[in-house]
């Protein structure tokens, strides 16, 4: 298994500013996904972050309003840019350790963010 | 392309009563499944799962799910309900091959009735 924390664990942020948010792994991992849930809805990737490469965006979500970034095996960072009230949700970074471990992920606990 | 379907958005037992919450999936070949449950203002935490062998398979805090490939299933059940399941639980499906990329359910709030 692996152990994530995510920084911070939730905030406030006025409209048109940005928010980065870390997550850190306690062992190196070779996939990192970034989630966004709204309120009172399931999970919808945003994008999955590599090391080493730019981050594979889903359909609906774009590099200039969500960048990511993948230092290294145990860290990322997902950027929440020109925040608007749509994007107050929380969102979660999860991650596969690969190889032999049948897809699966664990998944950090979150970041709250509401936008006004 | 798959898709998974969660029946119930919001189940509610007494306690002590069987748990049943619902997920099907659709998919030619049968993906990874998972169920993972989401308490109030935390993250996702895996209950149980399935990949090969065995098609019931137990997980955490008592949960078991059975792979049902006739009729495309992975419901989740508990015996007996206690206080402490009230959560959202989310069915999870992932291909064998290519990509890691999950594909959520839509969720079931399960509450608990005293």
């Known amino acids: 298994s692996a152990v994530i924390s995510q920084k911070p664990s939730r905030d406030i942020c006025q409209r048109g500013t940005s928010l980065t948010i870390q997550c850190q792994v306690d062992?190196?991992?070779?996939?990192m996904f970034w989630y966004r849930q709204q309120p009172g809805q399931s999970l919808t990737l945003i994008a999955t972050a590599n090391q080493g490469s730019e981050a594979t965006y889903e359909s609906g979500f774009v590099i200039d309003k969500f960048p990511i970034s993948r230092p290294n095996l145990t860290f990322s960072t997902l950027t929440v840019s020109n925040l608007s009230p749509e994007d107050s949700s929380i969102y979660l970074c999860s991650v596969t350790p690969g190889q032999s471990s049948y897809n699966e992920q664990f998944f950090g606990p979150g970041t709250r963010l509401t936008v006004l | 392309a798959q898709s998974v379907t969660q029946l119930g958005s919001h189940v509610s037992v007494s306690e002590g009563a069987l748990v049943l919450l619902r997920c099907n999936y659709s998919s030619s070949v049968p993906p990874y499944l998972f169920w993972y449950v989401q308490y109030p203002n935390q993250g996702l935490q895996l209950l149980l799962k399935?990949?090969?062998?065995?098609?019931l398979v137990k997980g955490i805090n008592g949960f078991e799910a059975e792979f049902k490939k006739s009729e495309t299933s992975f419901h989740l059940t508990k015996p007996s309900a206690h206080m402490s399941d009230a959560a959202e639980y989310f069915c999870?499906?992932?291909?064998?091959?290519?990509?890691?990329?999950?594909?959520f359910g839509t969720g079931t709030r399960l509450k608990v009735l005293a």
């Open positions: 399935y990949t090969t062998g065995a098609t």
């Open positions: 062992s190196q991992v070779t996939m």
């Open positions: 999870a499906v992932s291909p064998r091959r290519g990509t890691y990329k999950y594909i």
